[in-house]
């Protein structure tokens, strides 16, 4: 049974900084396709970025440039750096594992002054 375990966010002040972590367990992690997903209330969840099991990286033009996905095999985790944090960026934001239709319970991001 595929597990995702989101953390990581918080309020932060725009031009802020966060780092989003998701723990995987039940699925052959280092060779699976990861990604980032946000919703907001009322709106449909968004795709941000996705890693590829070799290593390979896509992002939404919303945040090219400004966040990083990256993954650590060793511990089945994958990681969401977020630079430049703009408050249309404030959403929950989820992990997911592309072969499975599960989700974690996500983590909140507010970027606010």
């Known amino acids: 049974q595929v597990h995702l375990v989101e953390s990581g966010g918080g309020l932060v002040q725009p031009g802020g900084s966060l780092r989003l972590s998701c723990a995987a367990s039940?699925?052959?992690?280092?060779?699976?396709?990861m990604a980032w997903y946000r919703q907001v209330p009322g709106r449909a969840r968004e795709w941000v970025t996705t890693i590829f099991g070799h290593g390979s990286t896509n992002y939404a033009l919303s945040v090219k440039g400004r966040f990083t996905i990256s993954r650590d095999n060793a511990k089945n985790t994958v990681f969401l750096q977020m630079n430049d944090l703009k408050p249309e960026d404030t959403a929950v934001y989820y992990c997911?594992?592309?072969?499975?239709?599960?989700w974690g319970q996500g983590t909140q991001v507010t970027v606010s002054s």
């Open positions: 039940g699925i052959d992690f280092s060779g699976e396709s």
């Open positions: 997911r594992c592309m072969r499975y239709a599960d």
